[in-house]
């Protein structure tokens, strides 16, 4: 179980970060991964970091979405900034128990998901 905070509306250059606690083990012990998605779509990838903190990201995303781990608590977050309209979709946070670096192409490759939620970015 997953429990998601964050997203919201903001108008296009606005910035909104989420936060994903994992109600059982330790944030720190997770693989963590945020997708989206909007309707009639797959879930894409948008930014992951593996156990050893190694973050990778979607290229529609670099430069402009941070992922981090606070080092108290582990709690995991997407710092988003410079949204663009296309940004807009349903988030989801995903974890799964070990890995290098988190896979942004499988979502199958995850056992945890958040309940989503929503970005809506207006230009």
């Known amino acids: 179980q997953l429990l998601e905070s964050g997203g919201g509306s903001v108008q296009a250059g606005g910035s909104l970060r989420h936060s994903c606690a994992p109600s059982?083990?330790?944030?720190?012990?997770?693989?963590i991964a945020w997708f989206r998605q909007t309707p009639g779509t797959e879930r894409e990838g948008v930014a992951g970091m593996g156990n050893e903190g190694r973050s990778n990201y979607a290229d529609s995303v670099k430069g402009r979405f941070t992922i981090s781990r606070d080092n108290a608590n582990g709690t995991p977050y997407l710092q988003m900034h410079s949204l663009k309209p296309d940004d807009t979709a349903m988030y989801y946070c995903?974890?799964?128990?070990?890995?290098?670096?988190?896979?942004?192409?499988?979502?199958?490759?995850?056992?945890?998901w958040g309940q989503g939620t929503q970005v809506t970015v207006s230009s």
């Open positions: 059982g083990a330790p944030s720190r012990t997770h693989c």
């Open positions: 995903a974890a799964a128990g070990w890995c290098r670096d988190a896979p942004l192409t499988r979502t199958d490759a995850y056992d945890w």
